[in-house]
Each structure stands twice: as C-alpha cells, then as structure tokens.
C-alpha cells in the first residue's frame, strides 16, 4: 500500500484535521528558522510570533454554527483509569470522562464541559470497564438550525481558528447542496486514547437525559470456577432479583446525600462465559477471539434499573463467599432484614477489575453504525485483545514450566486476588463496618 492509498477512505474532515495537526507540528520549526541575532531580526521575529498567537488564540465562535443535541455510546478498559466521571485533578487521577472532555474540546465539538447539557447513564468506579456507557451533550453540527436565520449560506473571508476544522465544510454556499453530518465516531476514536473507544451516536431529544431516561442497566462479572461451588452461587443469587433494601450491599458514601436504599434487580444469574450471548453489539457477525480455557470462566449478570455506590462487587463479594461454603446461601436474606441487620458487616467486596458496564438500555434510541467505522473498531479492539492475550500466553507458559503444583486458595476475592486465609468469622457474627 503507498502512503498516499492509506488516506483513500478517510472522510474530508478528517483530512482537514490531519492537515490542521501537520500545521499545528511545523509551526515551532518554523519560528525557529526565523530567529536570528540581530535584534531589528528578533524584534521582527517576536512581533510575528505574537501577531500568529493571537490569531491562533482567537476564541472559538461556537454562535457561528449550528448545534445538536446527541447521545454517544462509549467503551473503554477501565483500569487505567480513576472512574468515568471526570474529577478535579485529572493530571494525577485521569478518568474516562475527562478524556472524552479533551477530544471533544480539541475537535471544537464543544466550548465548554459546564455548558453543553451533558449527562451520563452509569458512574462506573476506578478500575471498571464499560462497553454500552452511554452519555449525552449537545455538540458542534454541520446541519442547519431551522432558527438561525442564513445558517446554510457561508460567510465569505471569515478568518478561522488555527484548531477548529475551517468554515468550507461546517457552511456551504448553497442552501440546496446535501450535508454531511460531522463523522463523530471517528473524529473522537482519532483523538481519545486506544482503550477508550466511541462506538455510536445517534439524535435524541432535548428531554433527554443519559441517567434519567436509562430504562435498565447490565452488569457483568467474569470469575475463574478455580474452587467454587458454582452451582450453589447460581442458585443463591437468584435471591437478588426484586425490590430489597440494599444498603448491606453497597458502600455508605458520607458525601451523598442518599436515604433511599430500595433497588429493583430485574435478572441475576451465573453462567459459562463460553454461553453467554453478545447482544451490545455494534452489528455483524465476528469471528469470536480464541479463547482459552474459556469453559473455566463464568459470569454473574445482573440486570437492574439502579445501583447503588460499589452494589455489584458488594453482591459478588458475597456470592464468593457463598461458593466458598463460607456462608450459607440465607445470608443474603438476613443481609436484606435491616431490622436484624441495620449496617452493613465489615466484609470485603469484590476486586473491580473483572467488572463491566454491559449496557445501558433505552426506548427508541436509532444508534448510527457505520460499517467502515465498525470494521475499524473491530480492529483496533482485536489488536488490544491480541495484545493482552499475548501476556496472558507469556504467563501461561511461565506457569506451566512450573509442572504441576497445588494452589493453597485464601478467600477468593475475584480478578486473581485473595484475602489472607485465617479463621473465618461468619457475617452474623462480625462487627457493622459503620
């Protein structure tokens, strides 16, 4: 393939972008060529220097197009970040959101995070990942506003951003040529990190809210059989399904103002990994990655319309202990009496590393899949499995060289941690953790 063949499918504003970028990159170059000793040269060299800084600090005039409000379907890999939702130090403790933030505020989708309507369905903690996370903001839209009067027609010498895309591609000149809504997937998936990855986008109404309008979310929980009774956690999680008091399964967040801790879990089971249907996808059927050993792996899912602060590892965390026989499958109703338990015993929950954000379920959401886009996103995520797959072969063979061994198991705490194997104490006989 030439150098040139690789651009062929790329859409006119990611080419523009491409060219900005290539600008953005020669620009010290060429201050630096201009420099010279003389001080009538130097003079002349900052003047122009500055006079380029003010033109390209020029503030982005978001009034001059017109604006749409849509929800975007994310995915990402969770454990190199502190949460999704964006925090106040985002140089030391990075979250999904923040970097979001950043591709939007780079494509000049946005102005301002405070100021674009933004919601979220789900606010997944340090170390989960999340494949259906969907949000909503309103962003920058190459269509017309039917109340902005002449949107359609372009404004002639309209000097433009040193950042943003130009003016030739947001307004045309004539009113009756067809648009092209702004690729959105892939200038975010172009700009955000390689495990945070934009899967769709689609129009939704002004009344739309990301957390509010959610109808139902999915979690999913993946485990190794190693030695747990997993018929006897199959049977005990479907005591979670209804409406129950579940402040014994979650953490107390002293900052939140929270009273009501009444949940309503739609489904909970524990199955094969290699049984499990893969029904949030992007379209298309795939060849499935060589899973190996997969038959070891099981899934707790559990469908709910909320949950509260660390709920799902709070349930694991029990269900492991139930599948150890460390406690009987009546714990989880006892958990559930808080007139017999009023707080929560000092338990450990579950590692957050094996945790996902399935999905995030709406009525009548059209979401926008194109095929070149999904071909490249499939690709990119096989490269990041066949990445972590290949140092999943490397520790294999390691392990292996080892022969055959005998796991002294602690208590199983998921995602390859365990808790120091001492004397058990039973729930009903352990100090409230509050």
């Known amino acids: 393939m030439s150098r040139a063949a690789k651009y062929d499918l790329w859409s006119r504003e990611e080419l523009i972008l491409k060219l900005l970028e290539y600008e953005d990159s020669q620009l010290p170059n060429a201050t630096k060529k201009h420099e010279s000793n003389d001080s009538a040269s130097v003079c002349s060299s900052i003047s122009t220097t500055d006079s380029k800084k003010t033109k390209r600090n020029r503030q982005f005039d978001m009034s001059k197009y017109s604006q749409k409000y849509i929800a975007l379907k994310v995915a990402y890999l969770g454990w190199n970040y502190h949460g999704f939702?964006?925090?106040?130090?985002?140089?030391?403790?990075?979250?999904?959101?923040?970097?979001?933030?950043?591709a939007l505020l780079t494509a000049k989708l946005i102005t301002d995070p405070s100021s674009c309507k933004f919601s979220r369905c789900g606010r997944t903690d340090k170390g989960v990942s999340g494949l259906g996370q969907v949000i909503a903001l309103?962003?920058?839209s190459n269509m017309p506003a039917d109340k902005i009067e002449d949107k359609d027609i372009v404004e002639e010498n309209v000097e433009s951003d040193g950042n943003d895309y130009k003016n030739e591609y947001v307004k045309i000149k004539d009113k009756n040529q067809p648009k092209e809504e702004i690729p959105y997937v892939d200038i975010l998936n172009r700009l955000l990190p390689?495990?945070?990855r934009i899967l769709a986008w689609t129009s939704?109404?002004?009344?739309?809210?990301?957390?509010?309008?959610?109808?139902?979310?999915?979690?999913?929980y993946f485990f190794l059989?190693?030695?747990?009774?997993?018929?006897l956690m199959q049977s005990a999680c479907k005591q979670f399904i209804g409406t129950h008091d579940f402040r014994n399964f979650c953490k107390i967040n002293s900052s939140q103002d929270v009273t009501n801790y009444e949940r309503?879990?739609?489904?909970?089971?524990?199955?094969?990994?290699?049984?499990c249907d893969s029904d949030a996808g992007c379209g298309g059927d795939r060849v499935s990655p060589p899973y190996s050993d997969v038959d070891e792996f099981y899934v707790f899912e559990v469908r709910g319309t909320a949950f509260l602060w660390h709920?799902?590892?709070?349930?694991?965390?029990?269900?492991?202990?139930?599948?150890?026989?460390?406690?009987?499958?009546?714990?989880?109703?006892?958990?559930f009496d808080i007139s017999t338990i009023p707080s929560r015993p000092a338990y450990e929950m579950a590692s957050e590393l094996p945790l996902i954000l399935y999905g995030c379920e709406f009525n009548g959401l059209d979401w926008k899949y194109s095929p070149n886009t999904i071909d490249r996103l499939y690709h990119h995520m096989y490269q990041q499995f066949y990445g972590y797959f290949t140092k999943s072969m490397i520790a294999s063979t390691i392990l292996k060289s080892l022969g055959v061994g005998t796991i002294q198991h602690g208590i199983i705490n998921g995602g390859g941690q365990e808790l120091r194997k001492r004397k058990y104490v039973t729930l009903l006989n352990k100090d409230s953790e509050r």
Do not use: H, W
């Open 225 to 231: 059989k190693s030695a747990l009774n997993i018929e």
């Open 85 to 102: 939702a964006v925090q106040a130090d985002e140089e030391t403790c990075p979250t999904v959101e923040g970097q979001i933030f950043k």
């Open 264 to 275: 309503t879990i739609l489904d909970a089971k524990i199955s094969k990994a290699s049984e």
């Open 138 to 140: 309103k962003v920058r």
């Open 311 to 335: 709920q799902v590892r709070c349930m694991m965390g029990i269900l492991f202990l139930i599948g150890q026989e460390l406690e009987s499958p009546s714990i989880i109703q006892s958990l």
């Open 194 to 196: 390689a495990d945070i």
């Open 204 to 220: 939704v109404p002004e009344s739309f809210s990301a957390r509010f309008s959610c109808r139902g979310r999915r979690y999913r």
